[in-house]
């Protein structure tokens, strides 16, 4: 994923499906946020298009979306 001040970076967590479930290490001091979220992908051709769209365990309603496009794309 493009990184944003490193935070896509910090994301430890795993794929299953489309589901993804993990933790930004370093991100809070406890680390006892944990985040589910979506996976999605999208080929048209030769561009491959990816998202991952992550909510945190605490209710706040914030969302953190990492995206990145590789390919031949225009």
């Known amino acids: 994923m ?3 001040d490193g935070t896509a970076a910090m994301f ?6 489309s589901q993804v479930n ?7 001091p406890s680390e ?3 985040y589910r979220g979506t996976y999605k992908t999208l080929q048209v ?3 491959k298009f990816e998202q991952i769209a992550l909510s945190s365990s605490v ?3 914030s ?3 990492f995206s990145r496009v ?3 794309c225009q």
């Open 12 to 17: 430890k967590g795993k794929v299953s499906d």
């Open 59 to 61: 209710p706040d309603g």
């Open 70 to 72: 590789s390919g031949r």
């Open 45 to 47: 051709g030769a561009c």
């Open 2 to 4: 493009q990184e944003v």
């Open 22 to 28: 993990g933790k930004l290490s370093d991100f809070f």
């Open 32 to 34: 006892s946020v944990s």
């Open 63 to 65: 969302i953190i979306m």
